[in-house]
């Protein structure tokens, strides 16, 4: 009898204990009830999800929360683009803003064969730990080659080729995630006014005497470019692009450029046109689209 007794009080107390704390967390609910304003809710639903961080938030809920609270700009997500950005200011009754995509370039041409003075390296596979080692490659500026900008991808976008860093641009959403893993900095994000656009291959900044010793292909500063094109300019022995003069339509002199580089590092990348698709015929495509513009130099080969 004593245990009914004893089962009976302490279903009792839980039963008055639930009663309690429902009522507590009940006036606690109200009382410290924040709003959200449905607009982020609507903004989390237009963004892709993709949570890439491109847009330089943890996160695509972030992202939403800024736009709707902090009047961040709507055409931030790379991974949704100009569609994505329509819908973000539908949302908020603004105006989208057309902005130029951004995608990366990898400022190296070098594959393994073309790299001098190499010494055997034995320690963490990654480029982030190789690049405080002295003397893994004569290149102090150059592509280590393993695969920190690949891993980074969650597009499948990058790939390290023959040692050398290289982007499918019919793949990349140029969210950035492979310049920020670079510890070199060798890949930046370039605003792409064409499916295609120049770029420079090379960053190495040393004299054009040094760079023959440590690279076959790097660039040696001989202003030859800057001479024979305004967009041009080169400081510490490394051409740079002015691209907010870059015009897709009047390239001439830079071509003109390109053709007269003694070490090719002025090259193509992008995504193939509908024209250089409608070239191919027939044929497939490879995996990785790499630029193939042919100049005065028979079978050079541009990467991007």
Known sequence: MMIWVTIGLSVTAMGILAVFFTAVLGWANRAFHVPVDPRIEACVEA???????????????????????DAEPVDRCVVGGQACAEALAAIMGVDPTPSLPYRP????GAHTADRLLRAPY???????????????QGCTYGCLGFGDCQRACQFDAIHVIDGLA??????CVGCGACARACPR??????PFKAERILAV??????????????CKVGCIGCKTCQRTCSLFTVKDNLPSIDYDAYCPDDLGDAIRAMEKCPRHRIVVVGKPSAKD???????????????????????TEWRG
């Not at 963004?47 to 609270?69: I, K, M, Q, S, T």
């Not at 370039?105 to 190296?108: E, G, L, N, P, T």
């Open 166 to 171: 290289t982007v499918d641009y019919t793949r």
């Open 201 to 214: 291959a090379c960053s190495n900044k040393d004299s054009g005497k040094d760079v023959q010793r440590v």
């Open 122 to 136: 034995h320690g963490e596979p990654t480029c982030a730990a190789a690049n405080l080692v002295n003397g893994v």
């Open 277 to 299: 698709l409608a070239a191919l015929g027939d044929e497939a495509l490879p995996d990785v689209v790499t630029p193939d513009f042919k100049t005065t130099v028979d079978d």
């Open 105 to 108: 370039v990898v400022h190296c």
């Open 185 to 190: 900095n060798i890949i930046t994000m370039a």
């Open 47 to 69: 963004l892709p999800g993709a949570n890439c961080g491109g847009c330089g938030f943890v996160g695509c809920r972030e992202y939403a929360a800024a736009v709707v609270c």
